[in-house]
T-cell receptor, first 112, second 115 residues
Framework: QKEVEQNSGPLSVPEGAIASLNCTYSDRGSQSFFWYRQYSGKSPELIMFIYSNGDKEDGRFTAQLNKASQYVSLLIRDSQPSDSATYLC????????????FGIGTKLQVIP | DTEVTQTPKHLVMGMTNKKSLKCEQHMGHRAMYWYKQKAKKPPELMFVYSYEKLSINESVPSRFSPECPNSSLLNLHLHALQPEDSALYLCASATSTGPSSYEQYFGPGTRLTVT
């Protein structure tokens, strides 16, 4: 069973701080990694994707990937109350066929 | 158009009913997915269609029957469901080609309640 592990939280950070969300995965052959944001009662929204080792930045978001350690993270700079949501880490199965495994998600609370 | 639409938004059905969920996208995506999501749980993959052919069936009970009539449309036919099937049903699509092939875009979901 291929697994994607996340701390369910809640992770509480003050407004303006950096929120750091972490994810580990068991499938060493995985090549594609995604972060989705899901507000309560809504569907997941793709916010970041990363395929190569290192950092990828998009606005206030930075995704970090370390394939050797099987670790992917998401940093949110200048956190805003509107960032309060559940952040889902998703990994594409190395077997192909677009099979996606989601982590349980980390609930982020940004305190004004 | 970068939207995935799903109808209906809410559905209440009895255990003997037959109903269908509909998903549509006009982004030219060739991969479409059905997920089931229970409260406080991640989306759970049910089916994947790639180029209108079923490529993944995650051992879903036969009371759920997917159909992909064309590249823009995906249906999920429901029959003789159980109360434990109550959940948010999500449709997603992805390009299936190139470096963005696995980036999935989700519809708003159908909230299903089985009574």
């Amino acid at each position: 069973q291929k697994e994607v592990e996340q701390n369910s939280g809640p992770l509480s950070v003050p407004e303006g701080a950096i929120a750091s969300l972490n994810c580990t995965y068991s499938d060493r052959g995985s090549q594609s990694f995604f972060w989705y944001r899901q507000y309560s009662g809504k569907s997941p929204e793709l916010i970041m994707f990363i395929y190569s080792n290192g950092d990828k930045e998009d606005g206030r978001f930075t995704a970090q990937l370390n394939k050797a350690s099987q670790y992917v993270s998401l940093l949110i700079r200048d956190s805003q109350p509107s960032d309060s949501a559940t952040y889902l880490c998703a990994v594409i199965d190395s077997g192909g066929y677009q099979k996606v495994t989601f982590g349980i998600g980390t609930k982020l609370q940004v305190i004004p | 158009d970068t939207e995935v639409t799903q109808t209906p938004k809410h559905l209440v059905m009895g255990m003997t009913n037959k109903k269908s969920l509909k998903c549509e996208q006009h982004m030219g995506h060739r991969a479409m997915y059905w997920y089931k999501q229970k409260a406080k749980k991640p989306p759970e993959l049910m089916f994947v269609y790639s180029y209108e052919k079923l490529s993944i069936n995650e051992s879903v009970p036969s009371r759920f029957s997917p159909e992909c009539p064309n590249s823009s449309l995906l249906n999920l036919h429901l029959h003789a469901l159980q109360p434990e099937d109550s959940a948010l049903y999500l449709c997603a699509s992805a390009t299936s080609t190139g470096p963005s092939s696995y980036e999935q875009y989700f519809g708003p979901g159908t909230r299903l309640t089985v009574t």
